[in-house]
């Protein structure tokens, strides 16, 4: 872990370069899509309002203006939330769950608006209005659940840390490093708190984190990013059916380390807090629905949380329904029994299976086809 931090100090003006490349790509989006809307609202605006056509234009562009200006305000809120979460973390997380929910808010209205523009349309008779609003229906429902879901959950988050934002002053921590994995313990300093999982030891976490990786990059808040990295893992996971995509997808939105020729199959579920603390080394992979942790919560002590990178070396297989804990490595030519529960270091050229895996075979012989063959035989006796 300490050979992690210190390789993300040393990239941290690479990374710095990333995110102003990031920020440029995104103003050139804002103002494509600012173009685009300029160009259709005075026309949308005009079918509601048709029956004050001499003041449709103006109003249009008033509506518009509002418009930019309600995301620009979001989009400035979450700015500011995401540049002061280093110095004022409490207060940096408000803001920019502010600046988020305002955005979410503009989304919304606009999937309503748009309705009610295909429903009021004089020029449009009944049959028709239904097939586009299916339509509209049939694209955008997924959508506005998601909206509508992000904001129920901000809106939660933003009123219990509001309400716990007392006790979240008062905990304390310490690191502990035990080989590849780093220990958080709290001490909750007379506060309420009995787990990890209430308001004010969650968001002291997320801070945890930020400061012990030092990485520019981790500067949002790790409840937002993992939200995102969850929907794309999980995209992957039940719908991406080619292995070169998914791993493709995984290497590029959660930051998993991949090789060549390693084969992800379907279903496998990926730590959506550390993806990035996950290898495969070349020629390995794993089976239908592997799981594989970076971070466990469920420690003996309710409030302490550990953290390690997981490790799959060169043409190291994991079998189907196998579940891989923090701090693992997978050795060199290694197999792993469908369905184990891999708790330490699995040694090169090696079988193991069972909850927790064990030992049962050692295989001789350092070539893929001599590993694959001697498994092969093995397994099928």
Same mark, same amino acid.
């Given at each position: 872990?300490?050979?992690?931090?210190?390789?993300?100090?040393?990239?941290?003006?690479?990374?710095?370069? @990333?995110?102003?490349?990031?920020?440029?790509?995104?103003?050139?989006?804002?103002?494509?899509?600012?173009?685009?809307?300029?160009?259709?609202?005075?026309?949308?605006?005009?079918?509601?309002?048709?029956?004050?056509?001499?003041?449709?234009?103006?109003?249009?562009?008033?509506?518009?203006?509002?418009?930019?200006?309600? *995301?620009?305000?979001?989009?400035?809120?979450?700015?500011?939330?995401?540049?002061?979460?280093?110095?004022?973390?409490?207060?940096?997380?408000?803001?920019?769950?502010?600046?988020?929910?305002?955005?979410?808010?503009?989304?919304?209205?606009?999937?309503?608006?748009?309705?009610?523009?295909?429903?009021?349309?004089?020029?449009?008779?009944?049959?028709?209005?239904?097939?586009?609003?299916?339509?509209?229906?049939?694209?955008?429902?997924?959508?506005?659940?998601?909206?509508?879901?992000?904001?129920?959950?901000?809106?939660?988050?933003?009123?219990?840390?509001?309400?716990?934002?007392?006790?979240?002053?008062?905990?304390?921590?310490?690191?502990?490093?035990?080989?590849?994995?780093?220990?958080?313990?709290?001490?909750?300093?007379?506060?309420?708190?009995?787990?990890?999982?209430?308001?004010?030891?969650?968001? @002291?976490?997320?801070?945890?984190?930020?400061?012990?990786?030092?990485?520019?990059?981790?500067?949002?808040?790790?409840?937002?990013?993992?939200?995102?990295?969850?929907?794309?893992?999980?995209?992957?996971?039940?719908?991406?059916?080619?292995?070169?995509?998914?791993?493709?997808?995984?290497?590029?939105?959660? @930051?998993?380390?991949?090789?060549?020729?390693?084969?992800?199959?379907?279903?496998?579920?990926?730590?959506?807090?550390?993806?990035?603390?996950?290898?495969?080394?070349?020629?390995?992979?794993?089976?239908?629905?592997?799981?594989?942790?970076?971070?466990?919560?469920?420690?003996?002590?309710?409030?302490?949380?550990?953290?390690?990178?997981?490790? *799959?070396?060169?043409?190291?297989?994991?079998?189907?329904?196998? *579940?891989?804990?923090?701090?693992?490595?997978?050795?060199?030519?290694?197999?792993?029994?469908?369905?184990?529960?891999?708790?330490?270091? *699995?040694?090169?050229?090696?079988?193991?299976?069972?909850?927790?895996?064990?030992?049962?075979?050692?295989?001789?012989?350092?070539?893929?086809?001599?590993?694959?063959?001697?498994?092969?035989?093995?397994?099928?006796?």
């Amino acid at each position: 872990m300490r050979a992690i931090i210190r390789e993300e100090l040393r990239l941290s003006n690479v990374v710095i370069t @990333k995110m102003g490349k990031k920020i440029i790509v995104t103003f050139i989006v804002l103002l494509v899509m600012l173009f685009i809307g300029w160009w259709y609202y005075p026309t949308l605006f005009e079918v509601i309002f048709s029956y004050i056509n001499k003041l449709c234009n103006e109003w249009a562009s008033w509506v518009y203006l509002g418009l930019v200006i309600l *995301v620009s305000i979001g989009g400035n809120v979450y700015g500011t939330g995401y540049s002061l979460l280093r110095r004022k973390y409490l207060t940096g997380t408000f803001i920019w769950m502010s600046g988020a929910m305002i955005m979410l808010a503009f989304m919304l209205f606009l999937i309503h608006y748009t309705a009610f523009v295909i429903f009021l349309n004089k020029s449009l008779d009944l049959t028709l209005k239904l097939i586009l609003i299916s339509f509209f229906v049939m694209v955008m429902l997924p959508y506005l659940v998601l909206c509508i879901e992000k904001w129920m959950d901000l809106s939660t988050y933003f009123k219990d840390i509001w309400n716990h934002r007392a006790e979240y002053r008062k905990i304390t921590y310490r690191v502990e490093e035990k080989g590849k994995l780093v220990y958080i313990h709290l001490d909750k300093h007379g506060t309420s708190i009995t787990n990890f999982h209430e308001p004010a030891p969650t968001l @002291k976490i997320q801070e945890i984190f930020l400061h012990i990786r030092k990485n520019p990059d981790e500067s949002l808040a790790l409840y937002l990013k993992s939200a995102f990295l969850m929907i794309v893992t999980e995209i992957v996971r039940l719908f991406t059916a080619w292995p070169t995509t998914r791993k493709r997808i995984l290497s590029r939105f959660a @930051k998993v380390k991949m090789g060549k020729d390693v084969c992800i199959a379907q279903f496998t579920r990926i730590d959506p807090l550390f993806p990035d603390l996950i290898e495969f080394e070349d020629g390995s992979g794993c089976g239908i629905g592997c799981n594989f942790l970076t971070h466990n919560f469920m420690q003996r002590d309710p409030l302490s949380i550990c953290i390690g990178p997981i490790k *799959v070396e060169k043409n190291a297989r994991i079998g189907a329904y196998s *579940v891989i804990l923090p701090g693992v490595t997978i050795g060199e030519g290694a197999l792993v029994g469908a369905g184990s529960v891999v708790t330490n270091d *699995v040694p090169p050229y090696a079988i193991v299976m069972g909850v927790p895996a064990k030992l049962v075979k050692k295989i001789e012989g350092d070539g893929t086809d001599d590993v694959q063959s001697k498994a092969d035989e093995y397994l099928n006796q």
